[in-house]
């Protein structure tokens, strides 16, 4: 039994670390595809954004080179690309500056094409905060129209000034932020959004999976704790019909009797048991049909104190209280589940029993209390002692001290007066009292 319990134990947790690897995973998943998509959109709009800069650039290298052409060859016949013609626009640049500079020695003015970007930008709404830069084939900085250029500036593709391509004019947009931003911001908004909603989604299924988890080891308690509690009646029946069926006892009629009473008390406690479980499935499936009627509790209470009584084996005193003495309910079902908490008073008692029961007459409801002077309940079990398989772990760390039963009995007293409309309540305080409450409402 040991070795199936911490096979199942070892079972759930490796259900545990799988389920947790792949939420961990789905999440870095989900994160690495949405960075990607950041990233993509980001390169994507500043591509956008230099190349309408450098078309901007080309333009003002065209204007400047044609500018000086004109100025430079007045009155000469130098052979300049047509400019005008079938040439491209950087072809045009390219050749009018070659042939400029070899010619006549004059280079491109930085100043004059910053004058002329700076009016084109502002017609495409660019910020106009930038720099003008002479590079090698090599992008090396030959010269600048200013200082402002850096690391986090960004650069548009370099027009050629040579044909041999050894130098090129590019510009340097010092603070393209503000409109990366401007672009950016539903982006980031919806991939906000996006992030937390996948956060909830992952926050939610791990919560669940913990649950899940936490249940399934209940339940593994619980059927472990029930085939043990089951296995004392059932090894009491086996040898009392094993002597009975060996005559050993035949001619001792008072033994004999004493085995036939113990087999009968066992099987009527698994008949219990299992009527428990089955009651208690119908009640949560609302199965089970409650007859309801005006009954006098006084006598069911008097008969289940007497009983109480007889089976302790510890000094016992019950008193009782009752200021309402009819309920509306089920008989059958509320005395079983008064019955219930007598018998856990008894279970999780000190060394003499003191049991107070009382009924209380509200608005809406009559009360029906059931105080003891026992070990208390801390409270964290407080908050699973009426689940089904919640007490299944009290009942683990109690058994040491004799505490027999899996917790059936408290689930069947919140079951039971759920379906009666009412409810069950506790208040205890650890190594002082218990006192439950039960809830049964005046109106149908």
Do not use: C
């Amino acid at each position: 039994m040991w070795a199936q319990k911490k096979a199942l134990s070892l079972q759930a947790v490796m259900h545990k670390n799988r389920y947790k690897y792949v939420s961990m995973i789905s999440a870095a998943t989900v994160l690495l595809l949405l960075g990607l998509y950041m990233w993509m959109t980001y390169r994507s709009v500043t591509k956008d954004i230099t190349e309408r800069a450098g078309s901007q650039l080309s333009w003002a290298m065209f204007y400047e080179s044609y500018s000086r052409a004109e100025i430079v060859t007045e009155g000469d016949t130098l052979s300049l690309p047509e400019a005008r013609g079938n040439l491209s626009l950087a072809s045009s640049v390219e050749g009018m500056n070659d042939a400029l500079s070899k010619t006549y020695n004059s280079e491109i003015s930085l100043d004059d094409v910053a004058v002329l970007v700076d009016s084109l930008l502002s017609v495409v709404h660019i910020n106009r905060d930038v720099t003008i830069q002479e590079v090698d084939s090599n992008r090396n900085v030959l010269r600048q129209n200013n200082d402002r250029s850096s690391s986090w500036s960004l650069y548009t593709k370099p027009v050629s000034i040579r044909r041999d391509q050894s130098k090129a004019i590019r510009l340097a947009l010092n603070n393209p932020y503000p409109e990366l931003a401007q672009k950016l911001s539903p982006l980031f908004l919806i991939s906000a959004v996006i992030l937390a909603f996948f956060a909830v989604i992952i926050v939610q299924l791990l919560r669940f999976i913990t649950e899940q988890e936490q249940m399934a080891e209940l339940r593994n308690d619980f059927s472990y704790a029930m085939v043990h509690d089951m296995k004392s009646p059932l090894s009491s029946i086996i040898m009392g019909a094993h002597f009975l069926h060996s005559g050993k006892v035949d001619d001792k009629p008072q033994i004999k009797e004493k085995y036939y009473s113990i087999i009968e008390d066992e099987a009527e406690h698994l008949l219990a048991l299992v009527n428990k479980l089955l009651t208690i499935s119908k009640l949560e499936n609302k199965k089970l049909i409650l007859n309801k009627w005006d009954i006098y509790i006084e006598p069911i209470i008097s008969d289940l104190v007497e009983k109480a009584k007889a089976k302790a084996t510890k000094p016992i005193e019950i008193s009782t209280h009752l200021e309402v003495k009819n309920v509306l309910a089920d008989e059958q079902y509320l005395t079983e589940a008064i019955a219930n908490l007598i018998d856990n008073a008894i279970k999780y008692s000190k060394d003499e029993i003191k049991i107070e029961i009382k009924t209380i007459d509200t608005d809406k409801n009559v009360l029906l209390k059931v105080r003891d002077n026992g070990i208390g309940i801390s409270r964290e079990e407080q908050q699973i002692i009426f689940d089904k398989f919640g007490r299944a772990a009290i009942h683990e760390k109690n058994r040491k001290g004799g505490v027999s039963g899996f917790g059936l009995g408290l689930n069947y007293v919140d079951q039971v007066m759920r379906a009666h409309g009412g409810k069950v309540t506790v208040s205890s305080e650890k190594d002082k009292y218990s006192e439950f409450t039960l809830y049964i409402p005046k109106n149908v």
